[in-house]
């Protein structure tokens, strides 16, 4: 029901900012867990803090201030139109791109006696305005009463009505192995009488009129009690959708009683946000998040062959449970003078006997000069993201220029976990014949290797000396010679052979 999006404000429809999401880490403060086991993911928001609650003397208060680690915000508004949330100043958490604090106490009636304490201490001040008790104040509260050791998030309007709560989750390049949960319930039925039907929006990948997955109104209604959300289960989809920016919007217009200094509407308090995820990984190279495979060229020769003095590296990758787009960057400023991706045809998968010949869509994006600065932005292959997640094994072939001398170029692979590759090739090709009809020739550490000869092969050193007949079999698994310049007879043709 797409409708309730014209109650939202325009600060609530672009509040999705860039670092928004609950940091993934754990933290005692605000109650947070986060774990790692064996590639298995865990996040749990409990708001189970370790600071002392909030408390007040004849002469001081003491504020119990809990730093988020954002992802969480609520915004109290004091009428249907207004875009300017109204908030008590030691009491904020309204910017889930911030660091919120919202503040540890035992109860409502202790919030109030501490506000009401820090008034008639700063009377005379203008600090007296500061925490005024009639202004909204984000908490986390006891759950129980006397139970220092459970606390849940919420929000004291105040005298205000219009409540929003929004909460965001990034699970950009993960494969969720759960569905995201939380619980929600009425911890102060306050002192109306009445009671407010909250709204659930749900957004992903940003907050948008077009990114909307449905909104459920009158998702909860104060007083009935603890509801336990299963995200993906109240939306009616698949919680593998949850692979990008999940952002959780529950709203209220409050109760229809008047706004009155010494009235607050119902509190409901939010607990025990949970996901559990997969995250991909490299099986081939074998590597971890910031490694630099190959680093310096290390002697890790990648194949090549060579046609019509075109020089194609076969890079291959194999990688689990994908589900974030496969870039691959040519990581320089300028022009890349050696690798460079194929337009089409550069990318194909493993048919499931050994070769790569099933194509692989793909886009490049190619270098463009900034003018100002004289540099050239990077160039890019680009795999799409999957509907869900795969398991990839593919061949990425890149062009170069055939050189002399081996070299080695930096690119970067990233399918949700980044690395660096220095990409070494070695030998050079130089032929006489612009191009074999169907014989590829080319050399790779010390051996020269010959695909698609039906006929015997004969080898000869730089003097022209033979150095013996070959059959198409054993010239298709590669020659091993000394480095030099070597010839190859062909049915089609005779090359040159130069190999480092």
């Known amino acids: 029901m797409r409708k309730q999006l014209l109650f939202l404000t325009g600060a609530l429809l672009l509040a999705g900012t860039a670092s928004a999401q609950f940091r993934l880490q754990s933290n005692e403060v605000i109650g947070q867990t986060y774990k790692d086991t064996l590639g298995t993911y865990s996040f749990l928001a409990h708001f189970n803090t370790t600071k002392n609650v909030s408390t007040y003397t004849e002469t001081t208060v003491n504020f119990a201030k809990c730093q988020t680690q954002k992802g969480l915000q609520v915004k109290v508004y004091p009428d249907e139109t207004s875009t300017a949330a109204v908030v008590a100043s030691d009491f904020k958490c309204d910017n889930y791109g911030n660091n919120g604090n919202p503040t540890y106490v035992a109860s409502t009636d202790s919030l109030i006696n501490i506000m009401k304490k820090h008034m008639a201490l700063n009377a005379t001040t203008a600090d007296s305005a500061r925490n005024q008790y009639w202004k909204p104040a984000a908490c986390l509260f006891d759950v129980v009463k006397g139970d220092t050791t459970n606390q849940a998030f919420g929000c004291y309007p105040g005298q205000y009505k219009r409540v929003e709560y929004g909460f965001q989750i990034n699970l950009t390049g993960f494969a969720p192995t759960t569905d995201l949960s939380f619980t929600m319930d009425t911890y102060d039925a306050g002192n109306t009488g009445l009671t ?26 104060t007083g009935s009690g603890k509801k336990v959300v ?117 990318v194909f998968a493993n048919d499931g006997a050994g070769n790569y010949t099933v194509p692989v869509t793909y886009t490049v994006t190619r270098s463009v000069l900034n003018s100002e600065t004289g540099n050239y932005s990077d160039s890019y292959l680009t795999i799409p993201a999957p509907a869900s997640k795969v398991d990839d094994d593919i061949m990425v072939l890149m062009t170069f220029n055939p050189k002399a001398s081996e070299f080695t170029e930096r690119i970067e692979v990233n399918n949700g976990v980044r690395f660096w590759w220095d990409v070494q090739t070695k030998g050079y090709v130089g032929l006489d014949k612009t191009t074999l009809a169907t014989i590829k020739v080319y050399s790779s550490n010390s051996t020269i290797v010959l695909e698609g000869a039906t006929q015997p092969v004969t080898l000869y050193n730089s003097l022209g000396q033979s150095m013996g007949s070959f059959q198409p079999d054993q010239a298709t698994s590669g020659l091993v010679v000394k480095p030099g310049l070597w010839l190859v007879k062909t049915q089609e043709g005779t090359v040159k052979v130069m190999v480092r």
């Open 196 to 221: 407010a039907s909250y709204d659930l929006i749900v957004f992903l990948g940003s907050v948008s009129a077009a990114n909307v997955v449905d909104t459920l109104e009158n998702f909860y209604v």
């Open 230 to 346: 299963k995200l993906a289960k109240e939306l009616g989809i698949d919680s593998a959708r949850f692979n990008t920016k999940v952002y959780i919007h529950i709203v209220t217009k409050g109760t229809n009683s008047p706004q009155s200094r010494d009235t607050y509407d119902p509190i409901v308090i939010f607990d025990d946000f949970s996901v559990e995820w997969g995250a991909p990984s490299w099986v081939a190279p074998a590597v971890t998040s910031g490694i630099i495979y190959n680093q310096g060229g290390a002697g890790t020769y990648s194949p090549y062959t060579i046609k019509e003095n075109v020089g194609y590296v076969q890079v291959y990758l194999k990688d689990k449970d994908r589900v974030a787009p496969l870039t691959i960057i040519n990581d320089v400023e300028f022009p890349p003078s050696k690798y460079q991706f194929l337009d089409s045809a550069g």
